[in-house]
């Protein structure tokens, strides 16, 4: 018989490393999601929420079999609920833009024409500077960039052109955008 001191509970190392490759995958989904959601019209509530919720949702049940020996408590729950969110919510949130964004490419597109709120620009890595345009889109506001144009161009242009189709969750699919007088 063992004592109670030399028991160790059961480690659940398989469980781990699908966690790590899982992190990973979820990791680059997450960016490539990013990319999809700047092309559907889908409120940022919703990116975030279909982001969050999976790894809020999953993490009291999976939380038992985390590998670990260092971490107790609430330090623990952290490290899960991050890895969680990454790992689950990427692949999630990609999921469902993918979902939207594909199969919208044998509609036919509508051409819609929406007033400028605001001009700014964003900041690459570099320093390059590229246009952006905050529009007024099914009651929220959606930023569209323009690094083909020159930042003094905002002051030529008040409307966004955009030519979007339906996409398969019901959120438009923008195909192309361009600035117009």
């Known amino acids: ?49 279909l982001w969050l919720a999976p790894g809020v949702i999953l ?3 999976l939380i038992k079999f985390m590998p670990s020996k260092k971490l107790k408590g609430v330090a623990k729950f952290m490290v899960a609920l991050f890895a969680n969110i990454i790992a689950f919510g990427g692949i999630m949130l990609y999921g469902v833009l993918a979902l939207d964004y ?10 819609k024409i929406i007033p400028v709120m605001k001009y700014g620009y964003t900041e690459s890595r570099s320093g390059d500077k590229a246009l952006c345009a905050d529009i007024r889109y ?3 506001t959606k930023q ?11 002051n030529r242009f008040h409307h966004v052109q955009l ?5 398969y969750l019901g959120f438009e699919v923008i195909r192309s955008k361009k600035l117009v007088k």
């Open 1 to 49: 018989m063992t004592s109670l001191k030399d028991y160790n509970a059961p480690q659940y190392k398989t469980f781990g490393v699908i966690m790590f490759i899982l992190f990973w995958v979820g990791l680059v989904l997450t960016g490539f999601g990013m990319y999809l959601w700047d092309s559907v019209a889908m409120p940022l509530y919703i990116a975030l929420l």
């Open 59 to 61: 993490t009291p049940y």
């Open 102 to 111: 594909y199969p919208a490419n044998s509609t036919p597109p509508t051409v």
């Open 138 to 140: 099914q009651n929220y």
């Open 144 to 154: 569209i960039d323009f690094s083909e144009y020159e930042l003094t161009d905002s």
């Open 163 to 167: 030519q979007t189709t339906p996409g």
